[in-house]
């Protein structure tokens, strides 16, 4: 059985060292574990995302080092969802753990999603908790997972990422899936298949910086709302409903009021907050609409994910048969 671990890295030159040592002692740890049970060998794959610090350096070295270990290197910054995506493809393991290279994502659950994926579970989500971060944040997170998984179709949780093992087939269902925009804790939860979920403690980053902004993340979400489905236009499409009616049984008051008493100097406040509310509103669905006009625009044009500048091993349909198991 050969496990493959993905691991998108981005200037991660502070920690990449630390982590590979801790990983691949906690992977041969879990291997000698196994060795009675069954042959559990692993390869793991990096993939450096246009790095300009010294990250590619040490992966190249860490993969002459050890045949087990492989890179890719993007041209350039992709962003991890194309990070993700250029690892599953390039990983070649009846199994795929998806990592971070900061230490928040533990090594040592691997071991137990392991135990959990020989028990029968093609995904095993690893859910950290909210310990530890700011409360704002975490209350955030909640209201926003709360407001996401009444328009989305697939169930998003609170605190689960991108931290997971996958089966082979999982892997190839989320392969299937060529989409441009990705937002891949959707198509994570879109592939299904038995799905199990246990928590982790969340840990600090310990060095370098998270490059999450206030900004990528309203992003995110807004990634998270409108890349999944077009309920959001169904949505603008029953406020609209709902605005046309008020309307309506406003005038029919303000006619009554007059046949009853009269004429009155309208309010001009009421008019000037009407208009203004109702042009707030239509910039907001025109601008609904411009996303998912964008996102067809995009779709459309078929650019590559990413492109690849160098890279230590071959995609593995391409790869010599037997190869597929380097140790
Ligand atoms: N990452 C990447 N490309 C990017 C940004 C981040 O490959 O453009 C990687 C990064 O090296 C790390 C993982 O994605 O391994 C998570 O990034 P980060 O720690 O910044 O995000 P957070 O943990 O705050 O969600
Ligand atoms: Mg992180």
């Known amino acids: 059985m ?4 993905v691991v998108p ?31 559990v060998e692993f390869e793991l794959v990096y993939v450096d995302d246009g790095s300009e610090d010294r990250t590619l350096p040490f992966l190249e070295k860490a993969a002459a080092a050890d ?42 659950l691997i071991r137990r999603m392991l135990r959990l994926h020989r028990e029968g579970y093609d995904q095993v989500v690893a859910r950290r908790t909210r310990t530890g971060e700011r409360v704002t944040r975490a209350l955030a997170a909640r209201a926003y997972y709360r407001l996401v998984n009444r328009f989305v ?31 891949s804790k959707g198509l994570f939860a879109w592939v299904g298949f038995r799905t199990t979920t246990f928590d982790y403690e969340n840990a600090r980053r310990e060095t370098g910086r998270s490059s999450w902004t206030f900004r990528r993340l309203l992003d995110y979400g807004l990634d998270g709302l409108i890349s999944f489905n077009d309920k959001p236009l169904r949505a603008a499409l029953h406020l609209g409903l709902l605005l046309v009616s008020a309307a309506g049984a406003y005038a029919a008051w303000i006619v009554g009021a007059a046949l009853v008493n009269g004429v009155e100097t309208p ?61």
Do not use: W
Not at 10 to 38: K, Q
Not at 76 to 92: D, I, S, T, V
Not at 94 to 105: F, R, S, T
């Open 2 to 5: 050969l496990i493959s671990i």
């Open 9 to 39: 890295c981005f200037n991660e030159e502070e920690i990449i060292g630390r982590f590979h040592a801790h990983l691949t002692g906690e992977l041969e740890s879990v291997a000698a574990e196994y060795a009675a049970e069954c042959a």
């Open 67 to 108: 045949p087990r270990t492989h890179y890719v290197s993007f041209s350039r910054n992709f962003g991890k969802e194309a990070a993700m995506l250029a690892g599953l493809q390039y990983a070649g393991g009846d199994a795929v753990v998806v990592m971070d290279a900061d230490l928040q994502h533990p090594p040592e």
């Open 153 to 183: 179709d697939v169930e998003l949780a609170d605190g689960v990422g991108d931290f997971r093992l996958l089966s082979r087939r999982a892997v190839d269902a989320v392969l299937e899936l060529t989409e441009y925009n990705r937002f």
């Open 267 to 327: 309010g001009y406040v009421t008019l000037l907050v009407s208009v203004t509310a109702l042009a707030g509103v239509q910039m907001v669905m025109l601008g609904l609409v411009g996303e998912y006009v964008g996102r067809i625009y995009y779709e459309v044009k078929r650019r590559p994910h990413f492109l690849v500048k160098a890279a230590s091993t071959p995609v593995p349909h391409q790869r010599p048969r037997g190869e597929l198991v380097r140790t």
